[in-house]
């Protein structure tokens, strides 16, 4: 029912910033909370950050982000965008947009995915 497209993925060096970008459908877009994940190769789907919907007023943040990522949104224009500064090699992931009914639904189980976006850190 929810399409999410992500966008902003590529390839950069440890220390560079990028900013992913995901695109949903619908005009009830603000009713749900949104959130990355992200899965490298060989390891488990990892949580990354979420951000609550238009009446919620929260985020979330992953360990491994808490300080170098930000998440947020643009209800108008059914935008979610994941700023990352800092990276580095580790964060060199498949990084995929979701959507639940809440921050907790959100991370434990997601509505709806998108297809992903690829984001490889070099040295």
């Known amino acids: 029912q929810v399409q999410l497209v992500e966008s902003g993925g590529g390839l950069v060096q440890a220390g560079d910033s990028l900013r992913l970008s995901c695109a949903a459908s619908?005009?009830?877009?603000?009713?749900?909370?949104m959130g990355w994940f992200r899965q490298a190769p060989g390891k488990e789907r990892e949580f990354v950050a979420a951000i609550s919907s238009w009446g919620g007023g929260g985020t979330l943040y992953a360990d491994s982000a808490k300080g170098r990522f930000t998440i947020s949104r643009d209800n108008a224009k059914n935008l979610v965008h994941l700023q990352m500064n800092s990276l580095k090699l580790e964060d060199t992931a498949a990084y995929y947009c979701?959507?639940?009914?809440?921050?907790?639904?959100?991370?434990?189980?997601?509505?709806?995915w998108g297809r992903g976006t690829q984001v490889t850190v070099s040295s």
């Open positions: 979701a959507a639940g009914n809440s921050i907790p639904q959100l991370v434990e189980a997601p509505n709806y």
């Open positions: 619908g005009r009830t877009f603000g009713r749900y909370a």
